[in-house]
Structure formats: structure tokens, C-alpha cells
């Protein structure tokens, strides 16, 4: 049972690499990003509201890639993080039922 669920957790680690993070990320910022008041008068409001989100975004990023670094980083971080979250789920659900 215990392969399994490292299997499982090191597929979801996988797919929640920085990397995969920021191809997803780069559209919607991107998207959200287009001035479309050019021209107007709230054009000025607009570009910071735009440095604003790209700012934001940069920094999250920056700081999601750490955490991730600092948590799964390398393939031994990896196991003790697999290792410690599949023991606590298992924890907590042997104790859900023994309390039933």
C-alpha cells in the first residue's frame, strides 16, 4: 500500500513542478495584462494596475519556486516529504476509525 500511495504522491509533485506552474500562469497574467483602455483617460491607472499584476505575479512565483525548492527540491527532500505527508494521512485516518 505504502508504493502506491508514493506513486500517487510523487505524480501530483510532479505536475505541481514550478516549471508546469508558470506554463500555466504566463497566459492568464498575460490575458490579464492587454490594455484595453489605451487612450482613455484611465489609461495611466491602467498601467499601474498592469505593473501592479505582473509584479505580483513575479513575486508569487518567486516565492512558490522557493517553497518548492525547499520542500521537494531534491529526491531526498521528496521521500521525507512523501514519507511524512503519507504517514500523517494514514495517521489521521487509522484514528478516524478507531474512534467510530
Do not use: H, Q
Request: charged share 25%; aromatic share 10%.
Amino acid at each position: 500500500m505504502y508504493p502506491a500511495l508514493a506513486r500517487f504522491g510523487y505524480g501530483i509533485i510532479r505536475s505541481l513542478r514550478p516549471s508546469k506552474v508558470k506554463k500555466l500562469l504566463t497566459p492568464a497574467v498575460d490575458k490579464a495584462t492587454t490594455p484595453a483602455m489605451s487612450g482613455t483617460r484611465f489609461a495611466g491607472a491602467e498601467e499601474k494596475l498592469i505593473k501592479g499584476i505582473k509584479g505580483a505575479a513575479s513575486k508569487g512565483y518567486k516565492g512558490y519556486r522557493s517553497l518548492y525548492g525547499a520542500t521537494v527540491g531534491t529526491p531526498t527532500r521528496r521521500k521525507v516529504t512523501s514519507a511524512g505527508l503519507t504517514g500523517y494521512g494514514l495517521g489521521s485516518f487509522f484514528d478516524d476509525v478507531d474512534e467510530s
